[in-house]
């Protein structure tokens, strides 16, 4: 995947990323090591584009790497709350997924 850092084109492998996140209609990737780089187009437009065994739209604002979920558990007794690994504790992302998305994501949680 080719992503950026500044005015510079980085290519980082796709298992290298933790998730994507899109902030004021750009999107971010986060790699193992904590580095936010910027992707090319939108949410929407790079799903089809991974693997949908290895990554999941959790929800309108991210797309998680199963290599790095370290844990989820229930939140607000119908929803999930997902904990990603290798994210520096300075970035806090609290990455819900909504009652609606709850079933896929543990139908695709267990069958990895």
């Given at each position: 995947m080719v992503v950026k850092k500044g005015t510079e084109n980085i290519s980082i492998p796709l298992e290298?990323?933790?998730f994507f996140y899109t902030e004021n209609k750009i999107v971010?990737?986060?790699?193992h090591?904590?580095?936010k780089y910027v992707?090319?187009?939108?949410l929407a437009t790079l799903q089809p584009e991974?693997?949908?065994n290895i990554f999941f739209?959790?929800?309108?604002?991210?797309?998680?790497?199963i290599s790095y979920v370290k844990s989820f558990r229930t939140y607000e007794k119908v929803k999930l709350r997902v904990e990603m690994n290798a994210v520096h504790q300075g970035d806090q992302h609290f990455i819900i997924i909504s009652q609606e998305t709850?079933?896929?994501?543990r139908k695709w949680i267990?069958?990895?």
């Open positions: 290298n990323i933790v971010f990737a986060i790699d090591t904590g580095k992707a090319n187009g939108s991974l693997d949908s739209r959790a929800n309108r604002q991210y797309i998680v790497n709850a079933p896929a994501f267990y069958a990895a």
